[in-house]
């Protein structure tokens, strides 16, 4: 096998690599946009503290009881808003 092509496969799979990884990178995020939107519409408009965020990316581990512990004590989100946003994030 020639050197060009080997370097053209390798380029190919690394391209595609990373293009699926890129696919994958902002579902992620969306998940812990939707937990932080769930208490943002418990605050009524207010911005959600950088508490709540923290919280959101702790569930994305798969933390729900610390997820919702953070919510609730740190935050002070009401415990219901808490279980629901804490299960959006991992979706």
Request: aromatic share 2%; hydrophobic share 40%; with cysteine.
């Amino acid at each position: 096998m020639r050197t060009s092509t080997r370097i053209a496969g390798a380029l190919t799979t690394l391209t595609l690599a990373l293009g699926g990884a890129a696919l994958t990178a902002p579902a992620a995020h969306a998940d812990v946009t939707a937990c932080i939107n769930q208490v943002e519409r418990e605050l009524k408009g207010g911005e959600a503290p950088e508490s709540v965020r923290a919280a959101c990316y702790v569930a994305l581990t798969g933390a729900h009881d610390e997820c919702v512990t953070g919510l609730t004590k740190v935050s002070g989100v009401t415990k219901g808003t808490a279980e629901t946003a804490c299960k959006l994030a991992p979706n």
